[in-house]
């Protein structure tokens, strides 16, 4: 049997021949067809609007307007920093609730868990703005913090249980106590496996904070809006559309850059590298010091 039927014989799946080769270049041209020709369609009603004339887009050369989109996404900026911390620290406290020996704690980070995953964050948002009367980033981060917090608690717990049980097993066997366990063993080992959840998440974290916005936080698109909302021609919100979504796109691949980064420096560190171990050789000594007793005669 040659290394190519042997291959063949343990796919999951047939390996596909020359006409599924040509029907999937068919496809892939098809749909770049299709892609290419709804991107021109809006180019064209872009166009056909007036949207790219100048007068549309000089008011964004004044300092003023500037100065406002600035300020908004500092105050973006600003709510996910502070969002995107607690929801770690929230997460990693609920994740160690739920993965407790004690019942009762486990009980109830797992009723918290579940509770702030099911409530929409524009709820929980506005409960804590209109009902405990809260300041406008105080009560954007809280919902914020409450709702990611508690994905990224099960996306830990699901990180550290999927390590392999034998990891745990060793070094309790060794005499290490749980926290030891979890500290240099289980989550080391879970983090670079929860990496793009954790930063998936954030980047919703980043994304809810235009929900800022509807309880008058000035963030990034409260910013867009008041600058739509004073400009004097048709369709004044699709230029400041097409200046700010390129920002918001712009962060989240930062962030996701940002991720890939942290992996490629988690795979370069000394420390996650395994070391090579040499060839037993004979005459090797053993740990005693002493060199391998030859057979008796």
């Not at 063949?8 to 290419?36: C, E, M, N, Q, W």
């Not at 609007?49 to 007068?55: E, N």
């Not at 910013?223 to 200046?243: R, T």
């Not at 090579?276 to 010091?289: I, K, Q, R, W």
């Amino acid at each position: 049997m040659t290394a190519a039927t042997a291959h063949d014989s343990t796919a999951l799946y047939d390996i596909p021949g020359p006409k599924t080769h040509r029907r999937h270049l068919i496809y892939g041209f098809v749909s770049t067809l299709i892609i290419l020709g709804i991107i021109g369609w809006i180019i064209y009603l872009l166009f056909d609007t007036d949207q790219f004339t100048a007068t549309k887009w000089t008011p964004f050369e004044y300092e003023g307007i500037q100065e406002l989109l600035l300020r908004g996404l500092g105050n973006t900026l600003k709510a996910f920093a502070i969002s995107a911390v607690l929801s770690l620290a929230l997460g990693t406290i609920l994740a160690v609730g739920r993965l407790s020996d004690h019942k009762p704690v486990r009980w109830l980070a797992t009723l918290l868990v579940e509770f702030f995953r099911a409530m929409p964050v524009l709820v929980m948002i506005f409960f804590v703005f209109v009902a405990l009367k809260v300041q406008p980033l105080p009560a954007l981060v809280t919902g914020l913090t409450l709702y990611n917090g508690s994905v990224l608690a099960e996306v830990f717990r699901s990180g550290i249980n999927a390590v392999e049980r034998g990891q745990h097993e060793a070094a309790y066997a060794l005499g290490m106590r749980k926290t030891q366990v979890m500290t240099h063993v289980l989550v080391p080992q879970a983090v670079r496996a929860m990496l793009p959840a954790i930063i998936s998440q954030l980047v919703v974290a980043l994304k809810d904070t235009s929900l800022g916005y509807l309880i008058t936080y000035e963030e990034f698109l409260h910013a867009g809006k008041l600058i739509a909302s004073n400009l004097d021609y048709d369709l004044p919100f699709i230029p400041v559309v097409l200046v700010i979504s390129p920002i918001y796109i712009g962060m989240c691949m930062l962030l996701s850059w940002f991720a890939t980064w942290v992996a490629r420096r988690q795979k370069r560190n000394p420390k996650t590298e395994a070391v090579d171990v040499a060839t037993a050789e004979p005459g090797t000594l053993l740990p005693g010091g002493a060199p391998p007793a030859g057979p008796s005669t």
